[in-house]
């Protein structure tokens, strides 16, 4: 396939604009710093304890259960164990596009469950509803705008990709509007727009360190005992009745139920360490604008945006007008590792300061205040997952890819119907009850993600045309088509 430059190489700034912008950026979350003011420290286990359930990770999947649980069980003994401190990783650290769909898009969602997609959707809205409410009702400062998702067509070929979606769109997920290349720019002024579809209800924006930091406030407030820097070592169930215990280096906690919200980090259940890997994700975060360029780039609907190429980006506006702007690279490390070096990655940060200078050239002379990176729990379908284990006394969810934002509510509540032993409308989806198939050990799935990335970025440089390895992928139901 001939190879075509796109529009971040046609019309990429000169190295010195790129330079100038990250000049005085600093390696660190602008959200994880920003809330830090107001976040509370929580205790440490010192002793032996126990019970009713015990939640394991302080993420939103964590905290959404604990949170969940204790409104379910008000009698409860709910007890929530975080290793380090309350959404230090991906909750602190991704883009806060909290987004209906429970299967990363519909177009996945259908691909996969077809028979079912309607219902998911469904669901999807019905979840994104909840929290909404759940902002508003306990009251969160988690900066919640129901601002909707723009996706932007920025090469030809992707022009009836967005009049298709918009076309098709599932009235489920409310109302998707096609806009041409002029009406695209007169919502959000890029040059490099040729159309857009605007989902206008299905995705809302939200600070996510202070979405995890709020929760769990919230969750205390009801009662659950959160502790912090207690990394759960080990998990013993030898009878199939009775308590599971966790062991961590500072005493033994005994649970009648619980619930393991480890996301990426490997999972306490041997047989399911081979269903996800860390894939690296990159953030810049800039200075805010002043009223002169936010003039300049429009974007008064304050829409959450990520664009259609396989290597898509994605950015939005912070409540105090800072532009987020991530996406793009995907990087995964050999052996699994979740390493803080993998953090600092220059190469990748210049790529996203000129991607974004391409997007909004009126920008030039902007400065980039915060780069960061986080590790995001890739699973071979792209969505979470669902396990039980130790003969139902023990929930597990992982696998959210990087749209977990809206989706790791919906694995709470299927955590919780799970371990209360009934069946309900979510433990009967496919969706909940099948499972993907794992990443192979390395060096295949190394040499496996690199073969996808390659080619995934020659599909980019082909007007979108795949190779015989992503139809392969595709067939077998393994590909990934943002």
């Known amino acids: ?148 998702a723009f996706a932007p067509a920025v090469e030809p070929h992707q022009v009836p990709w967005v009049r298709e979606y918009a076309e098709q769109a599932p009235a489920a997920l409310g109302t998707t509007a096609y806009l041409d290349g002029t009406a695209a720019r007169a919502e959000v002024n890029s040059p490099t727009y040729l159309a857009a579809a605007w989902d206008k209800d299905s995705c809302a924006l939200v600070h996510p360190a202070r979405l995890a930091h709020e929760l769990a406030r919230a969750a205390a407030d009801l009662g659950v005992e959160i502790l912090e820097h207690t990394r759960v070592e080990g998990i013993e169930a030898d009878r199939s009745t009775g308590p599971v215990t966790l062991r961590t280096a500072r005493g033994r906690v005994r649970a009648a139920r619980v619930a393991l919200a ?54 939005r506006l912070s409540a105090d007008n800072r532009i987020l702007f991530g996406g793009y690279d995907a990087i995964y490390h050999y052996g699994r590792r979740v390493d803080p070096a993998y953090e600092d990655r220059p190469e990748s940060y210049r790529r996203l300061a000129s991607h974004l200078l391409t997007t909004f050239p009126q920008l030039e002379g902007i400065r980039v205040t915060h780069r960061w990176a986080g590790a995001i729990d890739t699973s071979t379908r792209f969505c979470a997952f669902f396990a039980r284990a130790h003969g139902g006394r023990v929930a597990y969810a992982a696998g959210f890819t990087g749209l977990g934002v809206g989706a790791t509510r919906f694995a709470a509540q299927v955590m919780l119907d799970h371990l209360a032993g009934g069946r309900t409308e979510r433990t009967e989806l496919a969706m909940v009850r099948e499972r993907p198939l794992p990443f192979p050990p390395e060096p295949f799935a190394w040499t496996g993600v690199q073969a996808t990335r390659w080619s995934l970025d020659r599909a980019d440089h082909a007007a979108g045309r795949r190779n015989l390895f992503l139809k392969a992928l595709d067939a077998a139901g393994l590909g990934f088509d943002s």
């Open 262 to 315: 480890t996301n990426v980090f490997p999972s306490l259940l041997a047989r399911y360490r081979f269903h996800t890997v860390p894939v690296y994700d990159y953030v810049l975060m800039t200075e805010p604008l002043g009223a002169d360029q936010l003039a300049a780039i429009g974007w008064r609907g304050r829409q959450g945006v990520g664009d259609l190429a396989n290597q898509f980006h994605y950015y």
């Open 1 to 148: 396939m001939p190879r075509h430059d796109t529009v971040f190489e046609r019309n990429a700034p000169a190295p010195s604009v790129v330079d100038a912008a990250l000049r005085d950026s600093r390696q660190g979350s602008f959200w994880l710093e920003d809330a830090a003011p107001g976040a509370a420290a929580y205790d440490r286990l010192t002793g032996d304890t126990s019970a009713d359930l015990v939640v394991v990770g302080g993420g939103y999947t964590g905290l959404w259960t604990a949170l969940l649980a204790r409104q379910r069980e008000p009698g409860a003994r709910v007890v929530l164990l975080e290793a380090n401190t309350v959404g230090w990783a991906a909750s602190g650290r991704n883009g806060g596009f909290c987004d209906a769909s429970l299967t990363h898009g519909h177009d996945n969602g259908a691909a996969r469950w077809p028979e079912e997609i309607e219902e998911l959707d469904r669901l999807g809205m019905r979840n994104l509803d909840e929290i909404e409410a759940t902002v508003r009702d306990l009251g969160l400062d988690a900066q919640f705008e129901r601002t909707g």
